[in-house]
């Protein structure tokens, strides 16, 4: 394939720009990939495995004379990050970013970003509970949605072009305002992370169930609270701190479904509860219609990367 842009910086070198830079480089879609991340493990790591063709020090060396520039840091650090590079970016260059929260990106990258520079805030919708520069694998994004949260008088080309890449790369494509970006992922994304955490929680300070039965006896409901929770926690801390006041929202509308609920068990209300989960089972009857999961009992879970990848 016909690369797209000839130099991608990724800034930042774990599970999201270490799959996209082996998915850009599978498809062509680059001519060069650099890298930059503040560990100097992850540097050594990421130039040994082939997963950028050189690798820098500081972000601001990494973005000179690229094309596009790919902010894979946690939220919290996306400020500073932005205010490091912004000197060095080329005209006509584009910045985007993966972060799972946009109105806080927004604020902390738009105001760095010079004139005749393009900054297009991105999030793709995949992952896994793995972190580093060793579990990207090029198939992460296959058939998900990785939506863009384009500013007022962004150019369109610049938009298409950066589409174009991520759908080369198996993604599926959609436009949504950094608000509402905000409140769809408090309800699909952030919210369920919390009360996997929480959950987790739970069982920990539970003393009347030892350790040892939590892992023995794990079922499968609380064997996918262990993989939510396992996820990476400083970029959680952030999405929880940056998109508070939509998680708090949810958090509160949660809490009084979940009193709804606890009342029908207090009182032996079956049809209720019947009629609730007759109701929650179709949701994701849909989400495996959709296909953005699948119908097989560990929900291909099990699955290691690299089978992941020989697929591909």
Same mark, same amino acid.
């Given at each position: 394939?016909?690369?797209?842009?000839?130099?991608?910086?990724?800034?930042?070198?774990?599970?999201?720009?270490?799959?996209?830079?082996?998915?850009?480089? +599978?498809? &062509?879609?680059?001519?060069?990939? /650099?890298?930059?991340?503040?560990?100097? @493990?992850?540097?050594? #790591?990421?130039?040994?495995? &082939?997963?950028?063709?050189?690798?820098?020090?500081?972000?601001?060396?990494?973005?000179?004379?690229? =094309?596009?520039?790919?902010?894979?840091?946690?939220? &919290?650090?996306?400020?500073?990050?932005? @205010?490091?590079?912004?000197?060095? !970016?080329?005209?006509?260059?584009?910045?985007?970013?993966?972060?799972? /929260?946009?109105?806080?990106? /927004?604020?902390?990258?738009?105001?760095?970003?010079?004139?005749?520079?393009?900054?297009?805030?991105?999030?793709?919708?995949?992952?896994?509970?793995?972190?580093?520069?060793?579990?990207?694998?090029?198939?992460?994004? *296959?058939?998900? $949605? $990785?939506?863009?949260?384009?500013?007022?008088?962004?150019?369109?080309?610049?938009?298409?072009?950066?589409?174009?890449? #991520?759908?080369?790369?198996?993604?599926?494509? +959609?436009?949504? =305002?950094?608000?509402?970006?905000?409140?769809? !992922?408090?309800?699909?994304?952030?919210?369920?992370?919390?009360?996997?955490?929480?959950? /987790?929680?739970?069982? =920990?300070?539970?003393?009347?169930?030892?350790?040892?039965?939590?892992?023995?006896?794990?079922?499968?409901?609380?064997?996918?609270?262990?993989?939510?929770?396992?996820?990476?926690?400083?970029? $959680? *801390?952030?999405?929880? !701190?940056?998109?508070?006041?939509?998680?708090?929202?949810?958090?509160?509308?949660?809490? +009084?479904?979940?009193?709804?609920?606890?009342?029908?068990?207090?009182?032996?209300?079956?049809?209720?509860?019947?009629?609730?989960?007759?109701?929650?089972?179709?949701?994701?009857?849909?989400?495996?219609?959709?296909?953005?999961?699948?119908?097989?009992?560990?929900?291909? *879970?099990?699955?290691?990367?690299?089978?992941?990848?020989? +697929? &591909?």
């Amino acid at each position: 394939m016909t690369p797209i842009y000839d130099r991608v910086a990724l800034i930042g070198l774990g599970l999201i720009a270490g799959s996209m830079a082996i998915a850009m480089r +599978e498809q &062509g879609l680059a001519r060069e990939i /650099v890298g930059h991340a503040r560990s100097a @493990e992850t540097r050594r #790591v990421a130039l040994e495995i &082939g997963l950028v063709d050189r690798v820098f020090e500081t972000a601001a060396e990494a973005v000179a004379g690229a =094309d596009l520039i790919v902010l894979a840091v946690p939220v &919290g650090a996306m400020a500073a990050v932005a @205010e490091e590079i912004a000197p060095h !970016l080329k005209p006509g260059a584009t910045v985007t970013d993966v972060g799972s /929260v946009k109105q806080a990106v /927004v604020s902390a990258v738009a105001p760095h970003i010079p004139e005749g520079v393009h900054f297009i805030p991105g999030h793709p919708l995949a992952g896994t509970e793995h972190s580093g520069p060793r579990s990207g694998f090029a198939t992460l994004f *296959r058939n998900r $949605w $990785w939506l863009f949260a384009p500013l007022p008088g962004a150019d369109e080309a610049a938009i298409r072009r950066l589409e174009g890449l #991520v759908e080369a790369m198996g993604a599926k494509t +959609e436009r949504m =305002d950094a608000a509402h970006h905000d409140l769809v !992922l408090a309800v699909t994304s952030h919210t369920p992370h919390l009360i996997a955490y929480t959950m /987790v929680g739970v069982a =920990d300070h539970l003393k009347r169930v030892t350790e040892s039965e939590v892992v023995q006896y794990s079922a499968a409901g609380f064997r996918d609270f262990t993989r939510i929770a396992a996820s990476d926690p400083t970029m $959680w *801390r952030d999405v929880f !701190l940056q998109n508070k006041d939509a998680v708090l929202d949810i958090l509160g509308r949660f809490t +009084e479904e979940l009193f709804v609920l606890q009342r029908a068990i207090r009182m032996g209300d079956g049809d209720h509860l019947f009629d609730y989960f007759t109701r929650t089972r179709a949701i994701r009857r849909g989400i495996i219609e959709a296909g953005q999961d699948t119908s097989a009992p560990d929900f291909g *879970r099990s699955q290691t990367a690299a089978e992941q990848k020989a +697929e &591909g």
